[in-house]
C-alpha cells in the first residue's frame, strides 16, 4: 500500500496524533521561551514528563491505584449484581415496572452525590463509603438499560419461538436475553462513567490514600505537575475502559447499525 | 365495577405514587419498631424531622439565599456551554477535518470524570464563583457539543444535495436543512448537559465554596445535621426532576418526527 | 377426499382495552385437504394473516370449530409451521442456528439437529452461507431460512403469511418458483396468504377470496392449470382468465376505492 492510501485510510489517526504533538510541543515552546514560568500556576510537558517517570518508578502511584481500584471493583460489582437483575424484573412484570419507575427515574435523574459527605461520615473514609458510593452511582445505568433491553425485544422473535412451541424459559433463555446484552454493555459504560465521578468525589472529601486524593493533595500542595500526571493517568483508564465498552458493545451485535449519541 | 375499572385504567399512576407513599411511610415508622444503636442514631433523620427542617430554612431565608447563589453559577456554566458547544458541534459537524483534530481531546475529556479537574481550578480561581462555573461548564459542554455534531453529521444525504441543487449556499445549507434536522439530537443533548450541569454545581459548592446549596449540604454534614443534608439533596432531586421533565417535554413537542437514531441514554 | 384442516363457523372478536371491539372473523368456513397448496387473498384487514395465527395456534378463536385431521387445535404444535413476512431470524445466530431452532425446542439430539439442517439448507440452495449472520443475506436468502427453519420440524401444514411481500419483483418471482418446487418434493400442506392475485392463482391448487371485516370465506375458486407449473404460463389467457375471475370476486369487497 502506498504512502497517500495508507494515510487517507488512518486520516483520522494521523489528525489526531498531529493535533497533539502540535499542541505539546506549542505549550512547551511558550512556557519555556516566550512567558516565564511561574512553578505555582503553571507547568509544562517537561516538567510533567520528569514527575510521571517519578512516580512510575516510586511505589506511591501504584498503591494509590490499586487502593481506589478496590473500591471501585467492589462497587461496580454490586451495581451489576443488583442493578441487571431489578432491570430484567421490572422488564418482565409490568406491576413491578409501574411499581418502581417513578422512584427509580427520579433517583437515576437526580445528582446522588450529593449524598456523598452523608454516605463517607456514615461509612467512613475506607474502602466501605467509596464502595457505597460507586454502587449508587453506577446502578442505575445498569437497571434502566436492562430494562430498556428487556422491552425492546423484537415481538416478532416471541411469535416465532412460541409457534415452535417454546415455553417461557426457553423465550427467556433464547431470545430476551441475547437481545438484552448489547443495552446491559451499554450500561455498564455509563455505569463506568459514573462509578469513576463516584470514586473520585469520595476521595476529594475524605480520604488519605488513591489515586483522587492523589490528585487533590497534590493541587493543595501546588505540585503542579504531579497533579497533571494524576489527571492524566486517570483519564487514561479512563479512555481505554470506555473504548473496550464500545468495542465490546460492536463485537457483541454488530446487527444494531448503533450510531449513538456519547 | 366502577373501582375495579378505575384502577385498570390508571393503574401505572397509583403504583407508581403508592410505592413511593410506603417508602415514605416506612421510613417515618422506622424509629418505632426499631431501636437504632447508639452511633447510628446520630445519622439518622425522618421524613417529618426533613420536612420540619425545610420549613424553618426556608422561613429564614436560608434556603433562598443558597439557592440563588446555586442557581447563578448553574446558568452561567449552563449558558456558557451553550454558547461555546452549539457552534463548535455545528462547525465540527460539517468540517470532517476539524473533527478529527479535535477528537482526541474530546474523547479523552468526555470519558474522564470533569471532577477531576477541580483541584487544578480550585488552583488557579480560587475558592468562589469562578471555579464553579467553569466546572459547570466542564460538564456540561460536551453532552451538548458532541450530540450536536452528531446530528449534524447525520443529516439526509439527499436532502442536502436537493437543496444545494437549488444552488444553495453553506449558510443556506445550515439554516434549511442541517439545523432543523439537528434539533432532536441538540434537545437530548441539553437534557444531558443540564444533568451534568447540576452534577457540577453540587461537586464544586462541595469543596469550591462557601455558599450555595452544594456547601449547605456538606457543611450540614460535617456538624451532623441530617436532615438539613437531606433537605439540600431533596431541592436537588426536585430541580432536576423538574428541569428534565421540562425539556423531556420540551423534545416531544418540538420533534413528532423525530429519526429513530437518535438515542436517550 | 376427507378435509384435513376444518374450520367452521369461526368467530373471532379484538377487545382492546379503550376502542370498541372488532370482530375480525364472523362465520368462516373453509377446508383443505391433505397435501393440497391453497391460497387465501381479501383486501387489507379482512382477517386472513388473523386466521393464519389461529390455524399456528398463537390466538384462540371465540367460538366456532378448528381442526387438524380431526383433532381440535388448541395451541401452537410442531405440526402446524409458519413462515413470517419480516423472517423473524435471530439476528445472533448463524444460518444453520436459526434452521435448528425448532429442533432445539423439539429437543432433538445434536447430531441429528445437524444432519436435518444441512439436508435443508441444501434444499432451500443455501450451501456455503451457514456460518453467515441475518444481516450479511438478502431479503431472499432470508426468506430461504425462515423457509428451511419451518420445515425442518417436519410440519403437516406449513403456514405462510405473505411470506414474498418484502422482497424485490424479481426475487419474488424466483422464490414463487422454488417454493413450488420444493412443495412438489416435501409434498405439504400449505395455506398461503397473499396480496397478490397472480402469485395466489400461480401458486396454488384453489384459491379462497375472504369478505371485507368480519371476515369469511366469500367464493372458493378451483386453479385448473397442470403442475408441474412454469414461469411461462403466467403469460396466457388462460391465465389471464383465472385471475380476472379471481377479480371479479374480490374488487366487490374492495369499497370505494376498488
Same mark, same amino acid.
Given at each position: 500500500m502506498n504512502a497517500k492510501a495508507f494515510l487517507a485510510e488512518h486520516r483520522r489517526f494521523w489528525l489526531g496524533l498531529c493535533s497533539v504533538l502540535v499542541f505539546v510541543s506549542v505549550w512547551e515552546i511558550i512556557l519555556t521561551y516566550i512567558f516565564p514560568v511561574n512553578p505555582f500556576f503553571f507547568t509544562k510537558p517537561s516538567l510533567i514528563a520528569v514527575a510521571f517517570k517519578e512516580q512510575v518508578l516510586g511505589a506511591k502511584l501504584w498503591h494509590d491505584l490499586a487502593v481506589s481500584s478496590q473500591a471501585f471493583i467492589w462497587g461496580f460489582s454490586f451495581a451489576v449484581i443488583i442493578g441487571i437483575p431489578v432491570g430484567l424484573v421490572m422488564g418482565w412484570r409490568r406491576r413491578v415496572?409501574?411499581?418502581?419507575?417513578?422512584?427509580?427515574? !427520579?433517583?437515576?435523574?437526580?445528582? #446522588?452525590?450529593?449524598?456523598?459527605?452523608?454516605? %463517607? /461520615?456514615?461509612?467512613?473514609?475506607? *474502602?466501605?463509603?467509596?464502595?457505597?458510593?460507586?454502587?449508587?452511582?453506577?446502578?442505575?445505568?445498569?437497571?434502566?438499560?436492562?430494562?430498556?433491553?428487556?422491552?425492546?425485544?423484537?415481538?416478532?422473535?416471541?411469535?416465532?419461538?412460541?409457534?415452535?412451541?417454546?415455553?417461557?424459559?426457553?423465550?427467556?433463555?433464547?431470545?430476551?436475553?441475547?437481545?438484552?446484552?448489547?443495552?446491559i454493555i451499554a450500561g455498564a459504560r455509563l455505569a463506568i462513567g459514573r462509578g469513576l465521578v463516584g470514586i473520585i468525589v469520595g476521595e476529594f472529601y475524605a480520604a488519605?490514600?488513591?489515586?483522587?486524593?492523589?490528585?487533590?493533595? !497534590?493541587?493543595?500542595?501546588?505540585? #503542579?505537575?504531579?497533579?497533571?500526571?494524576?489527571? %492524566? /493517568?486517570?483519564?487514561?483508564?479512563? *479512555?481505554?475502559?470506555?473504548?473496550?465498552?464500545?468495542?465490546?458493545?460492536?463485537?457483541v451485535a454488530p446487527w444494531r447499525a448503533s450510531d449513538e449519541v456519547r | 365495577m366502577k373501582p375495579e375499572k378505575l384502577f385498570a385504567e390508571h393503574e401505572s399512576f397509583i403504583l407508581g405514587t403508592g410505592f413511593i407513599l410506603v417508602l415514605i411511610a416506612v421510613w417515618e415508622s422506622i424509629p418505632l419498631w426499631y431501636t437504632l444503636p447508639r452511633g447510628m442514631a446520630l445519622f439518622f433523620t425522618t421524613p417529618s424531622k426533613i420536612a420540619v427542617a425545610f420549613s424553618q430554612l426556608?422561613?429564614?431565608?436560608?434556603?433562598?439565599?443558597?439557592?440563588?447563589?446555586?442557581?447563578?453559577?448553574?446558568?452561567?456554566?449552563?449558558?456558557?456551554?451553550?454558547?461555546?458547544?452549539?457552534p463548535l458541534g455545528l462547525i465540527m459537524g460539517r468540517s470532517s477535518t476539524l473533527e478529527d483534530l479535535l477528537d482526541p481531546y474530546i474523547t479523552a475529556a468526555n470519558a474522564t470524570p470533569r471532577i477531576v479537574f477541580l483541584p487544578l481550578l480550585i488552583l488557579w480561581f480560587g475558592i468562589?464563583?469562578?471555579?464553579?462555573?467553569?466546572?459547570?461548564?466542564?460538564?456540561?459542554?460536551?453532552?451538548?457539543?458532541?450530540?450536536?455534531?452528531?446530528?449534524?453529521?447525520?443529516?439526509?444525504?439527499?436532502?442536502?444535495?436537493?437543496?444545494?441543487?437549488?444552488?444553495?449556499?453553506?449558510?443556506?445549507?445550515?439554516?434549511?436543512?442541517?439545523?432543523?434536522?439537528?434539533?432532536?439530537?441538540?434537545?437530548?443533548?441539553?437534557?444531558?448537559?443540564?444533568?451534568?450541569?447540576?452534577?457540577?454545581?453540587?461537586?464544586?459548592?462541595?469543596?469550591?465554596?462557601?455558599?450555595g446549596l452544594g456547601y449547605m449540604i456538606a457543611s450540614a454534614a460535617t456538624n451532623y445535621k441530617v436532615d438539613v443534608v437531606f433537605v439540600g439533596v431533596a431541592i436537588f432531586m426536585a430541580l432536576s426532576v423538574i428541569l428534565t421533565l421540562a425539556v423531556k417535554h420540551l423534545e416531544s413537542r418540538l420533534v413528532s418526527w423525530r429519526p429513530e437514531t437518535a438515542k436517550t441514554f | 377426499?376427507?378435509?384435513?384442516?376444518?374450520?367452521?363457523?369461526?368467530?373471532?372478536?379484538?377487545?382492546?382495552?379503550?376502542?370498541?371491539?372488532?370482530?375480525?372473523?364472523?362465520?368462516?368456513?373453509?377446508?383443505?385437504?391433505?397435501?393440497?397448496?391453497?391460497?387465501?387473498?381479501?383486501?387489507?384487514?379482512?382477517?386472513?394473516?388473523t386466521f393464519l395465527n389461529i390455524v399456528l395456534g398463537l390466538i384462540r378463536h371465540d367460538s366456532g370449530t378448528l381442526?387438524?385431521?380431526?383433532?381440535?387445535?388448541?395451541?401452537?404444535?410442531?405440526?402446524?409451521?409458519?413462515?413470517?413476512?419480516?423472517?423473524?431470524?435471530?439476528?445472533?445466530?448463524?444460518?444453520?442456528?436459526?434452521?435448528?431452532?425448532?429442533?432445539?425446542?423439539?429437543?432433538?439430539?445434536?447430531?441429528?439437529?445437524?444432519?436435518?439442517?444441512?439436508?435443508?439448507?441444501?434444499?432451500?440452495?443455501?450451501?456455503?452461507?451457514?456460518?453467515?449472520y441475518p444481516h450479511e443475506l438478502s431479503g431472499g436468502m432470508k426468506q430461504r431460512v425462515g423457509l428451511a427453519r419451518a420445515l425442518a420440524t417436519e410440519p403437516q401444514v406449513l403456514l405462510m403469511d405473505e411470506p414474498f411481500a418484502a422482497l424485490d419483483a424479481q426475487t419474488r418471482d424466483l422464490m414463487q418458483t422454488e417454493l413450488l418446487q420444493i412443495w412438489e418434493r416435501t409434498k405439504k400442506t400449505v395455506l398461503f396468504v397473499t396480496h397478490s392475485i397472480e402469485e395466489a392463482a400461480y401458486l396454488s391448487d384453489r384459491v379462497i377470496v375472504m369478505t371485507a371485516r368480519p371476515g369469511r370465506a366469500k367464493d372458493v375458486l378451483q386453479i385448473n392449470l397442470p403442475r408441474p407449473r412454469d414461469y411461462e404460463m403466467r403469460l396466457t389467457p388462460e391465465f389471464n382468465e383465472i385471475k380476472l375471475r379471481i377479480w371479479e370476486v374480490l374488487k366487490e369487497e374492495l369499497g370505494p376505492r376498488g
Open positions: 415496572e409501574y411499581s418502581l419507575d417513578p422512584f427509580l427515574t !427520579a433517583l437515576y435523574a437526580s445528582p #446522588l452525590v450529593a449524598l456523598a459527605p452523608l454516605f %463517607i /461520615i456514615v461509612f467512613g473514609v475506607g *474502602v466501605l463509603g467509596k464502595a457505597a458510593l460507586v454502587f449508587l452511582l453506577a446502578v442505575f445505568p445498569f437497571v434502566f438499560n436492562t430494562f430498556a433491553g428487556v422491552k425492546s425485544t423484537d415481538s416478532l422473535l416471541i411469535n416465532v419461538i412460541r409457534s415452535f412451541g417454546g415455553g417461557e424459559k426457553d423465550l427467556y433463555l433464547k431470545v430476551i436475553l441475547p437481545s438484552t446484552i448489547p443495552y488519605s490514600e488513591g489515586i483522587g486524593f492523589a490528585i487533590s493533595q !497534590a493541587g493543595d500542595t501546588y505540585r #503542579l505537575p504531579d497533579m497533571f500526571v494524576g489527571i %492524566i /493517568i486517570l483519564s487514561f483508564i479512563a *479512555v481505554v475502559l470506555t473504548e473496550f465498552m464500545r468495542k465490546l458493545e460492536l463485537t | 426556608l422561613l429564614d431565608g436560608t434556603i433562598e439565599k443558597h439557592f440563588w447563589v446555586s442557581a447563578i453559577a448553574f446558568l452561567a456554566g449552563l449558558g456558557l456551554s451553550i454558547v461555546v458547544g452549539l468562589g464563583i469562578w471555579s464553579k462555573i467553569l466546572i459547570v461548564f466542564a460538564g456540561a459542554v460536551f453532552p451538548l457539543l458532541i450530540n450536536t455534531y452528531v446530528g449534524v453529521k447525520n443529516v439526509n444525504r439527499v436532502l442536502v444535495n436537493v437543496v444545494r441543487s437549488f444552488g444553495a449556499n453553506e449558510w443556506q445549507l445550515m439554516k434549511i436543512v442541517v439545523l432543523p434536522n439537528s434539533v432532536p439530537y441538540i434537545i437530548a443533548g441539553l437534557r444531558l448537559a443540564i444533568g451534568r450541569a447540576i452534577l457540577g454545581v453540587v461537586v464544586g459548592e462541595f469543596f469550591g465554596s462557601s455558599q | 377426499m376427507a378435509p384435513f384442516i376444518q374450520a367452521e363457523h369461526l368467530t373471532l372478536c379484538f377487545r382492546s382495552k379503550n376502542r370498541e371491539p372488532v370482530t375480525a372473523l364472523n362465520d368462516l368456513n373453509l377446508s383443505v385437504a391433505k397435501g393440497e397448496f391453497v391460497s387465501i387473498v381479501g383486501p387489507s384487514g379482512c382477517g386472513k394473516s381442526q387438524l385431521n380431526g383433532t381440535p387445535i388448541t395451541g401452537p404444535s410442531q405440526e402446524r409451521a409458519m413462515v413470517f413476512q419480516e423472517f423473524g431470524l435471530l439476528p445472533w445466530r448463524t444460518v444453520v442456528a436459526n434452521v435448528e431452532l425448532g429442533l432445539e425446542l423439539k429437543g432433538t439430539p445434536s447430531s441429528e439437529r445437524v444432519k436435518r439442517a444441512a439436508e435443508l439448507i441444501k434444499l432451500v440452495g443455501l450451501n456455503g452461507f451457514e456460518s453467515h
